[in-house]
């Protein structure tokens, strides 16, 4: 069974940094994509980052500059580094994963930026 374990969230002030951890456990291999989401109060969930088993990344471009996905496969973890964050950027983090073409989503971890 594949969880996904997040952690990082927390309340930071606007121009702070945060950087989120997902962890995938089980008995599992390798892992194709591993991205992070978002979700604020009334508007769909949307993409954040997202970063290929051969380590290409793509970004919303609202975070281009300021976020920064990283991972390491052998440990099945992914990593997200928040810089200079708005309170816009207010929101649940989901961390979520594709694997044997299936998707698996975290629980969420929430991130507030205080203005």
């Known amino acids: 069974q594949v969880q996904l374990v997040e952690s990082g969230g927390g309340l930071v002030q606007a121009g702070g940094s945060l950087t989120l951890s997902c962890a995938a456990t089980?008995?599992?291999?390798?892992?194709?994509?591993m991205g992070w989401y978002r979700q604020a109060p009334g508007i769909e969930r949307g993409l954040v980052a997202a970063?290929?088993?051969?380590?290409?990344?793509n970004y919303a471009d609202s975070v281009k500059g300021r976020f920064t996905i990283y991972r390491d496969s052998a440990k099945k973890k992914v990593y997200l580094q928040m810089n200079s964050l708005k309170p816009e950027d207010t929101a649940i983090y989901y961390c979520k994963i594709n694997y044997r073409w299936r998707d698996y989503w975290g629980q969420g971890t929430q991130v507030t930026v205080s203005s």
């Open positions: 089980g008995t599992i291999g390798s892992i194709d994509s």
């Open positions: 970063m290929s088993c051969g380590g290409s990344a």
